[in-house]
């Protein structure tokens, strides 16, 4: 089955939300692009620059719940280490386009040819690691993930003549920034245009899932067994969605890095994997709407908390570990109390077995 | 360089990866999770311990038995309000739920106890053998002059105490002997008349313990703070999953090829890459799971 | 399960309560403040390590700021209007202080930020320089900082300004210092052991390049990762060459366990201490071998070092570290700048922070001075807690560098490099 058949080939599941998904991405991606190549400028309120900034990275991170829950939601791999990826296409592209770094590799080749570099790195990586893994149990795929995610880590720490260390690769371009009339301009066009690209992942998501393929990948999350003994290669099938998964977190990882200027390892630190399981969950795994849902919930929750340090009677040293508690009872709540998350089904995840 | 004075080093490291390692390959096998918060056990315990020493004031092997005690209750306590109503969603719930309990631990330790380290006041002996004659291959000194210091002594004797203790238990005592029926085949268990809620409750109770004794010789090694106990719980989890995951002897080992990886990596690496000796640890746990998913010990042991 | 039948219901009033909560948040959370422009309060803001792997520093660091606000309100404020901080948290993450910084600046509305590590700094410094909001901060000693940052000696032109400036002495700078009398030591050979956080690592970098410099030999260097059980093959392997002293750079609680682990192993030799482990702790941990141990501080031997002393104990009892005398300083810095300016703006701050500070004018310690001496129509230069706080055209200062020695459990002062040695050591164009 080729991709296009597996995207265009049955779409009764999606219905007309795939197409939905699509128009409005791309209205997303012209007024981006108006933006950008126009002279053209939006000034928006100072005081909502920090949920624009927000925003922007809820959309890079939509694209990483939305492969994880692939992966996770669809085909029930559990991949503990998803930030590796973003961080492979992150380096990838900053390595190969930034220009005149502090310490580490920088080649200055052109961004557009980096990107896509950067996302076939990501997906090379996810191909390897799903080829040596993913006949492993569930829980040993968490860990080698797990430990995949914390030895690129230790590299990017330690390599500085490669990776430049703690301080990172710096001076990667800025594509946006450099064509857009002025800042404000700028953020709002990086908002749109990493929306549109979310919503069209999204899109795409719907499509993949919602065709004869998507059936076969729930069939083997529900039970392997039996999906295999009605003649699917079941591995191919979770190789193929461990990859998709990777690609989109590589592709993820570009972006961030022509957005930031910079990358560093505490940009990929464990925390970001641990948000966007924490997102999928609360809204509800094997539903792309709600994994993005659960995870504006906890990226809002997180934004907002930090405005209630005003009105709260303790210390902002208190304050900061309190918050840090409310997100793990959260957590662990949702867990105990809507396994399925808000939105899911808990039929479909299997969850009360 | 002296390998035997880096095999030394490797085995104290091991030792005290093995004793936290054994509880948490213990809530693995019979609870079925992967327990991320267990690094905060570790760290209540060692808190427990200094409070003790501080405090009330007792000596210091009087308050790691308070600790492993305090350990042990503590994480009953978490198990029956966190653990034990979702015993029944699989593994990865539980997984997330102790992700979610790590965080809320670890931060309410910081804002009780606040950031900065607390130490424990011990005096290490050292004691030295330098008479050994060198038996050098290239630039590798097989033997070579060691020494060891009386907590190093103090942390290897308490591992195998603790070896003897559990092996003891899992195949003397009627609690340990069901502990393994229950990590063989828990519906079995269940068949043959087993209260497997109240062999959970011990396996919590053991870990708790164990995870205290762990923290209280971390903290007379290193220091006590908010995160000591986090900083570790990556090579405990390595170290049970080496060893094939359930299995106490499996952890055993497995804690052991994790501390000679450490030691002899940061020994033997060409310069400049000794940072990466952590990475090393982890290199190996993928080899390993490669080769042979069930870990080290694999299937025999758990059969025996 | 149970589940099942009350599904519906359950599901139904988790959103409700979700939704509740969202909303009570919003309208009891959100405050968008008045711009700092006109009269009131004026806000400046604070990213801060309250949690993460630094946290342990920050409490020395806020009561540092708490009691420097105090004294420059009590003194009647900069234009006769209160300072308040409003303090973030960013756990030492990039991720997170990006949106903290944009909070500050955007939202509550910061005219200057006090905060920000280097391993902030410096992947965030194109973001930094598009908020147009000066920052004064403590932190950072990376070498990244040296060329980069301040006015570039033209305060009243903004166009060319990197609106970055530390009130710590860079690591490039006094390491240089602690090289020097490595060397006048007669360490001709030196070992050197390190962390491979940013900060340990830059330390031991500029130690090194200072000490090859002048004609020392690095006879091996080992990197070790923090937060491990014990450091004795990286120590064993450190002394498996030939040398008579060796340099320790990681940060204090690490520093504890390898300074044991030493002195256990019986390796002896001189240690070379990097400056944020001349704490009390580490020589009352590690015991008798420590003494004789040195390190070189910058930032406690600044003019008005003492009665900043005075002044923080009052204020709480937060250990003092090496980045608390420079927290001190870039609030009063600040402060005055606001004071010249005559008007509380951003750019204003950015314009004025080298005028106050650097030489020619009359000498003040305190906001009150320098208040006083700028109402009589004169220029000042502050003289600060941990340097004379005379900034360069990167937004660098120098200062004297302390050497601190252990003995008996504790450290004392043995000498004081003076900041113009210091400065000899450092060509005028590169920092």
Known sequence: ?353 | MGLAQNVIFGLVTGSYIAIAAIGFTLIYGIVNMINFAYGEYLTMGAFIGILTVGVLPLPLPLAAVVAMVGGGLISLLLARLFFTPINQTGPVPMLLTSIGLGLVLRNGIRLTAGQSARYFDTEAITFRFDGLPPLSVGSVDLLGGFFVTSEQLIVMGCAVGVFLLVHTLLTRTDVGIAMRAMGDNENLARVRGIDTQRIRDSVWVLAGVLAALAGVLLGIQTNVSAGTGFSQILQILSAAILGGAGSPYGAIAGSYVIGLVLALSTAFLPAGMTGISSAIAFLILIGVLLVKPSGLAGQEVREA | MAFDNTGRNTRRNFLKAVGAGGVAATAGCLSFGDSGGGSGTITLGQPAAQTGDWDFLQPGVSQATDVAVQQINDAGGPLDREIEVQRRDTAVNPQEARSVVTQLVENDDALALMGLFSSEINPLFDFLQEQQTPVVTPWPGSGYLDTRGGDMGTPDNIDDDQWVWRTVIGDTVHTAGGARRALDEGNDTLGVINGNSEGARSWADGFVAAYEEGGGTVAQRVEVSLGQSSYQSALDRLFGSEFSAFAVSIPLEDATTLLSDWSDGGYGRQPILSDPLAQNDLASQVGGDLDGAWAASPGQAGPSFDSFVETYEQGGDAELNGWTPPAWDAMHVTALAIERAGEATPEAIQQNLGPVSRDGGTEVTTFAEGKEALANGEEISYQGAATPTNFTNFGNVFGPVAINVAGGGEFSQEEVIPAEDIRGLVPEDEY
Not at chain 1, 147 to 169: K, P, S, Y
Not at chain 1, 223 to 243: I, N
Not at chain 1, 258 to 265: C, F, M, S, W
Not at chain 1, 344 to 349: A, H, S, T
């Open chain 1, 1 to 353: 089955m080729s991709v296009r058949e597996r995207l265009f080939g049955d779409g009764e599941r999606s219905g007309g939300s795939a197409e939905r998904a699509f128009l409005v991405g791309g209205v997303c991606l012209l007024v981006a692009a108006l933006l950008v190549f126009t002279p053209l400028a939006v000034t928006v309120p100072g005081s909502s620059f920090v949920f624009i900034e927000v925003g922007t990275l809820f959309v890079i991170y939509g694209l990483l719940v939305l492969g994880l829950d692939l992966q996770y939601g669809y085909t029930g791999l559990v991949n503990f280490g998803h930030v590796v990826f973003f961080a492979v296409g992150a380096y990838t592209v900053a390595m190969l386009s930034a220009e005149g770094s502090f310490a580490g590799v920088a080649l200055g080749l052109p961004w557009l040819l980096a990107l896509p570099v950067g996302v076939v790195a990501a997906a090379v990586l996810g191909a390897i690691v799903g080829t040596t893994s993913l006949r492993l149990r569930d829980d040993f795929l968490a860990i080698v993930t797990l430990a995949t995610a914390e030895i690129f880590h230790t590299l990017f720490v330690n390599f500085r003549g490669v990776f430049g260390g703690n301080v990172g690769i710096l001076g990667v371009p800025q594509p946006i920034a450099d064509l857009a009339a002025d800042s404000d301009t700028a953020q709002i066009a990086t908002l749109v245009l990493f929306g549109g690209v979310t919503i069209i992942a999204l899109g795409f998501m719907t499509r993949l899932t919602g065709s004869p393929y998507g059936r076969v990948l729930r069939a083997i999350r529900a039970d392997e067994l039996v999906t295999r003994s009605v003649g699917k290669s079941t591995f191919s099938y979770k190789m193929q969605a461990f990859v998709y998964g990777a690609a989109l977190a590589g592709f993820a990882g570009g972006l961030f890095a022509l957005y930031n200027g910079a990358v560093a390892p505490g940009f990929f630190t464990i925390q970001v994997t641990v948000t966007i399981w924490i997102g999928m969950l609360l809204g509800g795994a094997s539903n792309h709407r709600a994994v993005l849902g659960g995870l504006a919930i906890i990226m809002g929750l997180r934004l907002l908390s930090r405005f209630a340090l005003e009105v709260t009677p303790v210390s902002a040293d208190a304050f900061a570990s309190i918050r840090l508690i409310a997100v793990g009872l959260i957590l662990v709540l949702v867990i105990r109390y809507r396994p399925a998350g808000i939105w899911g089904d808990e039929r479909e995840l299997g969850v009360d077995s």
